[in-house]
């Protein structure tokens, strides 16, 4: 079950410095907490296939995109130390078509293995790709769009909290169908080590 949006895990935290302050203030030698306790532990049950803390699959429709968490407007999940693996298999299917005919091209997630030109949503990631982006709700963007596939490893996330979201390189998403599958998996450091 996903944690709740990122305000139960800063409300500790909160409570943490209060708890700290009035230690100070009492004369006790205070070390404050390390931001990264159970990071390593996190990133390390990731490595060995533990058990996630939080697991989806995600859908990205070739003409809609696709989030972590699910919704038409996500709350952030992923936050500062937290590991993730984003899990999806090149076969032969799942694959999104990119045109309504018959003859018109169907790809994985990682598109034609031809770097978008200027112009297109994404110049420099493939052309018909997978690609991720992440998202602060509220104040928007951060870091610049990627394809899926580096993702394919256990990775430690530093930043802000943010939402992830997907979707499809291409000029003209509307006429798309068929989708991808991918899985996504989140250790949180706080039920690690």
Do not use: K
């Amino acid at each position: 079950m996903p944690r709740t949006p990122a305000g139960a895990r800063h409300a500790r935290t909160a409570v943490r410095c209060l708890v700290l302050l009035v230690l100070a203030t009492a004369g006790a030698v205070v070390t404050p907490p390390v931001a990264a306790a159970g990071t390593a532990e996190a990133l390390a049950a990731c490595e060995n296939s533990g058990s996630a803390d939080f697991v989806q699959h995600v859908e990205v429709h070739g003409n809609s995109g696709g989030s972590v968490p699910a919704g038409s407007n996500p709350s952030n999940i992923l936050l500062d130390g937290d590991v993730f693996l984003i899990l999806g298999g090149e076969s032969a299917y799942p694959r999104v078509q990119v045109g309504p005919l018959p003859w018109d091209g169907s790809y994985g997630p990682t598109g034609n293995g031809l770097a978008a030109p200027v112009g297109w949503p994404f110049p420099g990631l493939n052309q018909y790709s997978a690609v991720l982006r992440f998202n602060n709700d509220p104040t928007g963007w951060v870091g610049h769009p990627t394809a899926v596939h580096p993702f394919g490893r256990c990775t430690v996330w530093h930043g802000p909290p943010v939402r992830l979201l997907f979707g499809v390189n291409d000029t003209n998403v509307g006429d798309n169908n068929g989708m991808w599958w991918f899985t996504f998996f989140q250790y949180f450091p706080e039920n690690h080590g």
